[in-house]
């Protein structure tokens, strides 16, 4: 049996780092989507505020297959 998958992209955002970024992207999208099989960082971003980090950016492409 064949399966289709399908392909979205979100961006999702921590104050702590990239890897939570990642999993508060992961976790939001499993809310959503059913059948979630994957995903894998598109870009990452940082924003500054006097030279501290104040929030981690990840844009993720995120595979699901259709019912």
């Known amino acids: 049996m064949s399966s289709v998958a399908r ?3 979100i961006s999702a955002e921590s104050k702590k ?3 939570d970024a990642i999993e508060v992207g992961v976790k939001r999208a499993n809310k959503t989507l059913r059948n979630v099989t ?3 960082v598109q870009d990452q971003e ?3 505020k006097k030279g501290k980090i104040t ?3 990840v844009k993720l492409k995120v ?3 259709l019912d």
Do not use: K, N
């Open 38 to 40: 994957g995903a894998w």
């Open 7 to 9: 392909i979205t992209e």
């Open 63 to 65: 595979t699901f297959i």
């Open 55 to 57: 929030c981690y950016r």
């Open 17 to 19: 780092s990239f890897a």
């Open 46 to 48: 940082l924003s500054c």
